[in-house]
Structures are given as structure tokens and as C-alpha cells.
């Protein structure tokens, strides 16, 4: 014992001893290739939303509507009151002398039923003065009317029906009278009287001869009122039945421009061509006109311009010429014929002397001529119509559409200033706007942004129709796209789309915003904005790229279950597609990346036979090659990174290169590759690269090497494969090396930041070990109960689950230890060669819990058990003999233990020993102890321990040179505890040493 002591301190005089360090069996993995192999980013962006929505506003004067026909009944087509025929000298002194009111009506209806209706009217008339029989007077008005709308004499007629029929509605005299009335009311522009008319005859239950001509009636009059639906139904209804022939052709006119009136074109021409096929007829003049009007509305401008040409020749004098030439004019300009509109367009303006027609007619004229980009002929008509005398608002009109034609000659000078005219004086809001938008637009053009924005919320600040609302807001994303002001350019995107999610500008907006939410750093945004539009867009061309952008969005933020189920998407739905090659390819470097590489192979074999021109070909083969290197075909992996490398790809080919020579632990190889890759690779490749660097120093041994990278790699922004990995080789060092401070922070940081890596639990358990080892029970405890805590897999094997117990036994959590230890036990079979140190520390447990008789049957059952564990068991003994005060027993347990190959059982019992040595006042032989602990545990809390026991032991032999060596070598001592150092430090002031 004396020996070992003064072997020990010369140690601590010379130097420190060879540590017994426990062997890192932590090795770094190679650089993974597939990680670091970029997605293929297509060159796309943003495309222009276009000039918006807008169109050019409407015209202050618009060429107004087409009125409705003018009702013209022909009165003597209708159906006569039953009469019988005259008699044998109906015409008698009776009535022409004695004025007899019978005679006389008699006579009048004869002289009626022979068409001479002169005689027919005096005698008539004479029977309405003379006669006060209600029955005779009501035959006598009623024939008299008849007889005054065959003699033309319109006067008096709507009196005399009026009369007529009131008395007995009933009535023959009243149905047919009714019938005539109402034909009367309806010339005479009173629909709504007719209404009333026709309404009460067919109620009364009116003979079958008056029905299909009341209801004719009926439609008019709706006609009349402008309930143009009720029309179309009556009209609809009557021309299902057999009627006379003038009831079914003019039930065919006037349905025809009802339908007109309703959109409904195609029918409505095709009504009015039956009508117009008969020939002259009432109203023919005017069912060719509504004919060519509603051929074009209906998109037959050629069949209109026809109609129209043969109305006005056949009919040089219609009442409606104004009309015709305003359709022919506009029918003109659909066809294309420019000329002729125009002349057309003159001749009217000519024989309009209100202009309600003729101005209107030229502003379309010249709207037509701006929106083709007539520039020369819209110039020379717009200086022609400035030079009319016009109203302020057609005169803007007239300014803005030469502004809009210079702006289409590149004439941005003379745009602009027509454009600013119209701004300052719009007469008509529409204009203003339209005008205030152009500018904007022409500002961001010249890259004026700000004046632009402040041009459109100006704009948006007014009450703007919605259609020029929305194109204000999308111009408005587009300005702040340009000027890269991205919130404000999401706000006018994201406005537009909730107000305006329907508009045909829709889809375009919502690209442009998801490009907008991507630059403004919300890249989740843009892949949402992204998914939704291809989904709701799949026809669209741009689809595909939504898609693919969508694709690399999602695998930047790690979901690759997403980004694989876009690309499957994209490469489904457009097979043949511009990008499903590129999706293909991105689709297996993400199978690469998830570890799938070796199912890769036959795609990309197939992709790059496929396609050897592709500019993406070097991409392919690198993908190529990672795939056969999971395969385990180093070789053929090796040619296709050789093949990359002359495509381009040369830092990630290098990268490759290296990781082969890595896995065949050719170092020099592997580092000058590594070399090449980091020198000439983007920041992440660099980064594998200098990982792999790293990489090999450490496996090669070459720590101090390894510590210098590692330093560099942990103070760049975390990789989520690399960084894990040197920050646990850190801890492992950090714990082999002592360094208990760096190891918890290297390890808690792991923790932190990468609790999913696999390399995070390996190193806690290494660490925690490793700490257990050195005495740092507090560290070892913290990190094998958050091995257990939330890496159950890992901290469920055996070694762990003693190292934790033993940990808990250390730093005195004894019941816990105790539940453990013992359920560890009681699953253990006998065999198990695990079950003695279990057995030992749930002995130790019963010790510190001061159940000595338990523990010292667990340790007499380990040492009749296990003879190999049997100094430890030993160990025990002293120490429960020694708890009970029994020295004499417990000195030779200690000093057996002291031989035992156990390097910690023979530290403590050496540590031990010392205490109790100098608790008996025998001090030479406690120094011999606490040095020989010292000398084999080194840094360690006991080996600490015995150093500070020493030198107290030195001191009271009157040693104090040697005691001060002890106390500032324990000073040195890295990891010293502060009530330690305290204690060295006091006792060194007591021996009068600094």
C-alpha cells in the first residue's frame, strides 16, 4: 500500500497518468447524397395579369335601344256582330220620311252589308238621334262605328264602341263591339284600357269567333305595357291553336320581336322571317327592320347588313329609315367593313337633324375603330367629330379614344396628355376612371410605382362600378408587384379575389398573389393559392406549373408526402406535358430522399434514355447515381457521377464521388472530393461537403482536426441531417474528454433542436453512460431520464435501464431506483448477465434507504451467484460494516475489494480505505489510500475526493510540502466542485501557500 501511495504522488508531482478512458465506438456516417441533390426549379414566374378587365367606358351617348313597334291593328279585318241579311226595301219612307228608328237601322246595316257606307253613316247617325230604344240605339252605335273605320273617319268611333257595349257587355253587340274597342284603345297608344277590354270579353265567355282575336288583343296590349314575358306566353300559347289566318301572321311578328326584346334571338328571327316571308302585308316594313336588328343581336351580322340593304331599297320611304341605317351602320362594323359603316354612319348623321341617332351611331364608329387599332382612320374621325358642335361629355369621349389610339401607336407623349386631359374634366365619372387607369398604367410602365399607386387609391377611394373596381385593384397588385412592395401588392390581389372571385381575371390574380405571398416569405400561402388554382383550373395551360411549384414548396418544408402527391398529380392528369418530365424527375430525387432510391432506379433509366438532350440530363444522372449507390452499385454509380460531371453538375457529382470513396474508407479520396464539392458547391452542398470533411477527420481519429470543423459546421444555420450528427460526435468527445459542462450543453442542444434525428437518443445514451463512468450522477441521471422519457425504444434496453437506475440510486431518488431495479430483477432469468450489477444496485438502494440487512443478502447472493462480480459484492459489505460503525470488520472487506479488475470498485474502496485510515487517526496509511484512488481514478469525483483527503492527511503528519502538491493539483483538476476547490483553497491559506 505504502508503495502504491508514493507511486501515486510522484504521479501527481510529474504530471498526470494515462487516463482510462472508455473507448467512442461513435462513428460518423458519410454525407447523404440524395439530401443534398436539388429539385430541378424550372425558370418560372410570375406571368402579367394583363391590362385588367376593363374595357373602354360607355359611350355618354350610346346608340339607344330599338323601340317597340307601333301597334297598328287594321280595324276591318276583325270579325262583324252577326247580322241578317238586308230584307226586300230595307231603305223605306218608314225611316228616310217618318224618321222611324227601326227602319233607319235597318236600313243603315243594309246600306252597311252593300259597302255603301256614306248612306250607310246618314242613316245611322239619324237612328242614333232619333232613337231612345236602349237595344236599337246600342245596334245603331255599334254599326256606325264599323261604318266610320271603313270610311277612315276615326272620329267618334272609341265614343260611339264605348257606348255601344256598356249596357249589356254580354251581348253579341257587346263581345264584337268589345273586341273593336279594344283594337280602337290599342291604335290609339291605351294599352292598358285594352288590357281591361280584352281581360272582361274573355271572361264573359265571348263566342269562339271573337277568343283568338281578344287574346291576339290581350298581347298586344302586354306588348303596349312592356311586360314583354307575359307577351311571349300569350302570344306562345295562342300560336299553339288553329287560328284565322290574320290572327297567326301577325301573332308571328309581334312574338318575334318579343322574343327579341327577351335575348332570345335565334327564335326571334326565325318568327320574323316566317312573317316576313309572306310578303306586303301591315307591318312588314317594320318585321324587316326588327328582322336585321335582332339577326344581329344575335350574331348574324352578315344575314343584317342583307336585311337590311333589301328594306331600304324595296322601302326608300319607311318610317323607321333612321333606324335602318343606325343597324346597317352598326351590322357594318361587326362584318368588318369599315368604309361602309362609316359612310353609312355619315348619311344618317345627315338626315337626323336631332342627333338622337347620327352622333351616337359615329361615336360607335370611332369606338370601333380604337378597340381594332385603326389608328389612321380613328385619327381622321376623331378630328372630324371634334369638330362638331358636342356636348362636354361626348367631346371627353371623343379625346379618350384618341388617347387610347396613340397609346396603341407607342405615342406614350400624346396619350399621356389626352389621357390627363380627360382626367381633369371627365364630364362623366366612367371617363375619369377609364382615364386615371390608362395613366396608371403607362406610371408603372415608366417605373414611376409610387405615382401609380397613389393614381389607383385615388381611384378606389371613389365610388367606382364594380367591373372598373376590379380592374383598379388588380393594376394595383401589379404596381405593387413591380415596386416589390409585396404587402401591398397581396392586399389589392387578395381584395380583388374576395370581391371578384368569379371574374374571368380571377384565375390569373390568384397565380399572381400566390407568386406574391412566395416573394413575401409565406411560402405555405403561395403553395395553397398554388393547389387550389390547379384543382379549380385543371383545363388552364398554366395548371402544370401551378402544380410543380406547389410540389417544390412542399418539399422545402419537409412534407414530402405532399410534394410527391402533386407531382403523382401533375404527372397523371398531364402526361405528355411540358413539365412531366421535370416532375418525374423531382418525383424520385424525393423517393431518394425518403431512402426509397434503390425503386428509382428503372425511372430514371428510363428518363435518361429518353430524353439525352434534355437540359436537365446532368440532374437525371445524378439522381441516376444516387439511386444505384442505394442499390449497392458503387461502380455503375461512379460512371454516372463521371457522365455529370462533364454535364455541369460538378459539385454534387464530387460530393458523390466522395461519399463512394467514403464508404470504402479510402480517406485521402474521399477528403479531395469533399474538397472539390465544397469549393465549388451552392451553400448547401458546401455544407455536406465540409460535414464530410469532418466526417472523415473524426472516423480517421484526427479529433483536433475534427474539433476545428466542428466548431465552423455548429455556428452555421442547422442542417437537419448533418449538424445532429457532429454536434453528437461533440458530446461524445466532450464526455470521453471530462468536459461535463460542454457535453450537457452539446446534448441539450440535440435535445432541442433535433429531437426526431436517430442520432439524439444514440448520444444520450453514450453520454449518459459516459457520465456515470466519470461520477457526474446528476448529469447522468438528466440524460437518461430524457433517453427514457421520451425515447422509450431506445431507453428500454438493458444497459440503459441499469445506467438510469444506478444513476437514480447515485443521486438519491431511492424508491424509484428501488421500483426499477426490482422490476428489473423479477424479469430477469439467472442467466442474464446483466443480473448481477442489477442485483448490486438494488442492494445499494436497500443501503442508502438504511435496510443494511436487505442489502447485504443481495450482495452475499451476488457473491455466491456471480463470483466474477464478487469484489463488488464485497464492496458493499464495507461499506454497510462500515455504516454500522463496524471499522474492524469493514477494513479487510476493503482492502479485498481494493484487488479487484473493477476499476471503479477498487477506486472506492482505495477512497474508502482513506476515510477510514484517517478517521482512526492512522494517516500515513489514509494517504497511502486517497493517493492510490487518486492515481487510478483521476478526474473523477472520488479520485478528486481522495485528493482533498490526502492532503488533509499530510497535513496532519506536519507533510505540508506534500500537502499543498495535493491541493493545487486538485485545483488543476478539470471539473472541479466548488465546495472541493473551497475547501483546497481554505486549507492551503492555513498551510501559509498561495
Same mark, same amino acid.
Given at each position: 500500500m505504502r508503495v502504491l501511495g508514493s507511486l501515486a504522488l510522484l504521479g501527481l508531482v510529474l504530471g498526470p497518468s494515462a487516463a482510462q478512458a472508455a473507448e467512442v465506438s461513435f462513428t460518423l456516417p458519410p454525407p447523404d447524397l440524395a439530401a443534398v441533390l436539388p429539385l430541378v426549379s424550372p425558370a418560372l414566374d410570375k406571368g402579367p395579369v394583363g391590362s385588367g378587365p376593363m374595357s373602354l367606358p360607355p359611350s355618354p351617348q350610346p346608340v339607344p335601344p330599338l323601340p317597340p313597334a307601333r301597334i297598328v291593328v287594321d280595324l276591318t279585318q276583325l270579325p262583324l256582330a252577326p247580322a241578317p241579311p238586308p230584307r226586300f226595301l230595307?231603305?223605306?219612307?218608314?225611316? $228616310?220620311?217618318?224618321?222611324?228608328?227601326?227602319?233607319?237601322?235597318?236600313?243603315?246595316?243594309?246600306?252597311?252589308?252593300?259597302?255603301?257606307?256614306?248612306?250607310?253613316?246618314?242613316a245611322l247617325e239619324n237612328a242614333v238621334k232619333k232613337n231612345t230604344d236602349r237595344a236599337l240605339l246600342r245596334e245603331a252605335r255599334y254599326w256606325l262605328a264599323e261604318t266610320l273605320i271603313r270610311l277612315k273617319q276615326t272620329d267618334g268611333v272609341e265614343q260611339a264602341l264605348h257606348l255601344a257595349i256598356q249596357d249589356e257587355p254580354r251581348s253579341d253587340i257587346g263581345y264584337y263591339g268589345g273586341l273593336t274597342y279594344g283594337m280602337v284603345l290599342l291604335n290609339a297608344g291605351?294599352?292598358?284600357?285594352? &288590357?281591361?277590354?280584352?281581360?272582361?270579353?274573355?271572361?264573359?265567355?265571348?263566342?269562339?269567333?271573337?277568343?283568338?282575336?281578344?287574346?291576339?288583343?290581350?298581347?298586344?296590349?302586354?306588348?303596349?305595357?312592356?311586360?314583354?314575358?307575359?307577351?311571349?306566353?300569350?302570344?306562345?300559347?295562342?300560336?299553339?291553336?288553329?287560328?284565322?289566318?290574320?290572327?297567326?301572321?301577325?301573332?308571328?311578328?309581334?312574338?318575334g320581336d318579343t322574343l327579341g326584346r327577351l335575348g332570345d334571338y335565334k327564335n326571334a328571327v326565325a318568327r320574323l322571317s316566317t312573317f316576313t316571308a309572306r310578303g306586303p302585308q301591315l307591318n312588314i316594313e317594320s318585321g324587316l327592320l326588327r328582322q336585321a336588328w335582332w339577326s344581329r343581336a344575335g350574331g348574324q351580322p352578315l344575314e343584317a347588313v342583307q336585311t337590311y340593304r333589301g328594306l331600304l331599297s324595296a322601302y326608300p320611304k319607311l318610317s323607321e329609315i333612321l333606324w335602318a341605317r343606325a343597324g346597317l351602320a352598326l351590322a357594318l362594323l361587326d362584318i368588318g367593313d369599315y368604309a361602309a359603316a362609316l359612310d353609312e354612319a355619315r348619311r344618317l348623321d345627315q338626315a337626323d337633324a336631332k342627333g338622337a341617332l347620327g352622333l351616337p351611331v359615329l361615336l360607335a364608329v370611332d369606338r370601333w375603330a380604337t378597340e381594332k387599332h385603326r389608328v389612321e382612320e380613328g385619327r381622321t374621325l376623331s378630328l372630324e367629330l371634334l369638330g362638331k358642335n358636342l356636348e362636354p361629355a361626348a367631346r371627353a369621349y371623343v379625346v379618350l379614344l384618341g388617347a387610347e389610339l396613340e397609346r396603341e401607336a407607342k405615342q406614350p407623349s400624346e396619350a399621356r396628355s389626352g389621357f390627363e386631359l380627360v382626367a381633369s374634366n371627365p364630364s362623366t365619372p366612367a371617363l375619369g376612371w377609364y382615364a386615371g387607369y390608362r395613366l396608371a398604367q403607362m406610371d408603372i410602365e415608366g417605373r414611376e410605382f409610387a405615382q401609380a399607386q397613389a393614381?389607383?387609391?385615388?381611384?378606389?377611394?371613389?365610388?367606382?362600378?364594380?367591373?372598373?373596381?376590379?380592374?383598379? &385593384?388588380? &393594376?394595383?397588385?401589379?404596381?405593387?408587384?413591380?415596386?416589390?412592395?409585396?404587402?401591398?401588392?397581396?392586399?389589392?390581389?387578395?381584395?380583388?379575389?374576395?370581391?371578384?372571385?368569379?371574374s374571368p381575371e380571377a384565375p390569373s390574380v390568384q397565380l399572381a398573389l400566390g407568386w406574391t405571398q412566395f416573394r413575401r416569405g409565406r411560402p405555405e400561402?403561395?403553395? +395553397?393559392?398554388?393547389?387550389?388554382?390547379?384543382?379549380?383550373?385543371?383545363?388552364?395551360?398554366?395548371?402544370?406549373?401551378?402544380?410543380?411549384?406547389?410540389?417544390e414548396i412542399a418539399a422545402r418544408s419537409g412534407d414530402t408526402a405532399g410534394a410527391q402527391t402533386l407531382l403523382d398529380g401533375l404527372i397523371q392528369r398531364y402526361p405528355e406535358g411540358e413539365h412531366a418530365e421535370v416532375a418525374r424527375l423531382n418525383r424520385a430525387i424525393l423517393l431518394l430522399r425518403a431512402g426509397k432510391g434503390a425503386g428509382t432506379v428503372g425511372d430514371l433509366t428510363t428518363l435518361v434514355r429518353r430524353a439525352p438532350l434534355s437540359p436537365y440530363i446532368g440532374r437525371m444522372r445524378l439522381a441516376r447515381a444516387a439511386a444505384l449507390m442505394a442499390d449497392g452499385k458503387p461502380e455503375e454509380a461512379t460512371r454516372e457521377l463521371t457522365a455529370a460531371l462533364a454535364q455541369g453538375e460538378s459539385a454534387v457529382a464530387h460530393l458523390g464521388l466522395g461519399r463512394i470513396a467514403f464508404d470504402?474508407?479510402?480517406?485521402?479520396?474521399?477528403?479531395?472530393?469533399?474538397?472539390?464539392?465544397?469549393?465549388?458547391?451552392?451553400?448547401?452542398?458546401?455544407?455536406?461537403a465540409e460535414y464530410g470533411i469532418a466526417a472523415v477527420l473524426w472516423n480517421q481519429g484526427k479529433r483536433a482536426d475534427?474539433?476545428?470543423?466542428?466548431?465552423?459546421?455548429?455556428?452555421?444555420?442547422?442542417?437537419? $441531417?448533418?449538424?445532429?450528427?457532429?454536434?453528437?460526435?461533440?458530446?461524445?468527445?466532450?464526455?470521453?474528454?471530462?468536459?461535463? +459542462?460542454?457535453?450537457?450543453?452539446?446534448?441539450?442542444?440535440?435535445?432541442?433542436?433535433?429531437?426526431?434525428?436517430?442520432?439524439?437518443?444514440?448520444?444520450?445514451?453514450?453520454?449518459?453512460?459516459?457520465?456515470?463512468?466519470?461520477?457526474?450522477?446528476?448529469?447522468?441521471?438528466?440524460? &437518461?431520464? $430524457?433517453?427514457? $422519457?421520451?425515447y422509450p425504444t431506445h431507453g428500454a434496453t438493458r444497459d440503459v435501464r441499469l445506467d438510469y437506475a444506478e444513476a437514480l440510486v447515485r443521486t438519491g431518488a431511492v424508491a424509484e431506483a428501488r421500483t426499477r431495479l426490482q422490476a428489473f430483477v423479477d424479469t430477469s432469468p439467472a442467466q442474464d448477465p446483466a443480473l448481477p450489477r442489477a442485483l448490486l444496485?438494488?442492494?445499494?438502494?436497500?443501503?442508502?434507504?438504511?435496510?443494511?440487512?436487505?442489502?447485504?443478502?443481495?450482495?452475499?447472493?451476488?457473491?455466491?451467484?456471480?463470483?466474477?462480480?464478487?469484489?463488488?459484492?464485497?464492496?458493499?459489505?464495507a461499506?454497510?460494516?462500515?455504516?454500522?460503525? +463496524?471499522?474492524?470488520?469493514?477494513?479487510?472487506?476493503?482492502?479485498?475489494?481494493?484487488?479487484?479488475?473493477?476499476?471503479?470498485?477498487?477506486?472506492?474502496?482505495?477512497?474508502?480505505?482513506?476515510?477510514?485510515?484517517?478517521?482512526?487517526?492512522?494517516?500515513?496509511?489514509?494517504?497511502d489510500a486517497y493517493m492510490t484512488a487518486a492515481y487510478v481514478a483521476p478526474d473523477t469525483p472520488l479520485g478528486r475526493r481522495a485528493l482533498l483527503g490526502a492532503g488533509q492527511s499530510f497535513a496532519a503528519l506536519k507533510q505540508p510540502d506534500f500537502a499543498v502538491i495535493v491541493y493545487k493539483k486538485l485545483l488543476a483538476s478539470s471539473g472541479i466542485e466548488a465546495e472541493l476547490a473551497e475547501a483546497a483553497k481554505k486549507n492551503l491559506r492555513a498551510l501559509g501557500a498561495n
Open positions: 230595307a231603305c223605306n219612307p218608314l225611316g $228616310t220620311v217618318f224618321g222611324v228608328a227601326s227602319e233607319l237601322v235597318e236600313c243603315g246595316r243594309a246600306r252597311f252589308q252593300r259597302n255603301e257606307f256614306e248612306e250607310a253613316r246618314e291605351q294599352p292598358a284600357r285594352a &288590357l281591361e277590354t280584352f281581360d272582361n270579353i274573355l271572361k264573359a265567355g265571348a263566342p269562339p269567333e271573337v277568343i283568338p282575336w281578344a287574346r291576339h288583343g290581350r298581347a298586344l296590349a302586354l306588348y303596349g305595357l312592356g311586360r314583354f314575358p307575359d307577351a311571349r306566353e300569350a302570344w306562345t300559347g295562342l300560336l299553339a291553336q288553329s287560328l284565322p289566318r290574320s290572327v297567326a301572321g301577325e301573332s308571328q311578328f309581334w312574338l393614381r389607383l387609391d385615388a381611384l378606389l377611394r371613389q365610388p367606382l362600378d364594380p367591373d372598373v373596381r376590379a380592374a383598379v &385593384l388588380a &393594376l394595383g397588385g401589379e404596381a405593387g408587384y413591380a415596386a416589390r412592395d409585396w404587402d401591398q401588392a397581396a392586399d389589392r390581389y387578395g381584395r380583388f379575389l374576395a370581391d371578384y372571385g368569379s400561402e403561395a403553395r +395553397k393559392l398554388w393547389t387550389q388554382f390547379a384543382t379549380s383550373q385543371a383545363k388552364d395551360p398554366r395548371a402544370p406549373a401551378a402544380l410543380l411549384l406547389a410540389s470504402r474508407k479510402q480517406w485521402d479520396e474521399a477528403e479531395r472530393e469533399f474538397v472539390e464539392a465544397r469549393d465549388g458547391g451552392t451553400t448547401p452542398i458546401a455544407a455536406a475534427f474539433n476545428r470543423f466542428a466548431t465552423a459546421i455548429l455556428t452555421q444555420p442547422a442542417n437537419a $441531417t448533418t449538424t445532429p450528427q457532429v454536434l453528437g460526435a461533440t458530446a461524445v468527445v466532450a464526455a470521453d474528454e471530462q468536459k461535463w +459542462k460542454e457535453a450537457r450543453a452539446a446534448t441539450q442542444r440535440l435535445i432541442k433542436e433535433f429531437p426526431a434525428s436517430d442520432t439524439t437518443p444514440a448520444v444520450l445514451a453514450q453520454v449518459g453512460a459516459a457520465a456515470g463512468r466519470g461520477g457526474e450522477w446528476t448529469l447522468a441521471g438528466d440524460v &437518461l431520464q $430524457t433517453l427514457a $422519457t421520451r444496485l438494488l442492494g445499494r438502494s436497500y443501503e442508502t434507504a438504511g435496510d443494511q440487512a436487505q442489502a447485504l443478502d443481495l450482495y452475499a447472493r451476488v457473491t455466491r451467484d456471480y463470483p466474477a462480480w464478487e469484489g463488488a459484492a464485497t464492496l458493499g459489505q461499506r454497510v460494516a462500515m455504516i454500522d460503525g +463496524k471499522w474492524a470488520e469493514a477494513q479487510p472487506l476493503f482492502e479485498r475489494a481494493l484487488s479487484a479488475s473493477d476499476v471503479q470498485v477498487a477506486t472506492e474502496a482505495a477512497y474508502r480505505l482513506g476515510e477510514g485510515y484517517r478517521g482512526a487517526g492512522r494517516h500515513q496509511q489514509a494517504v
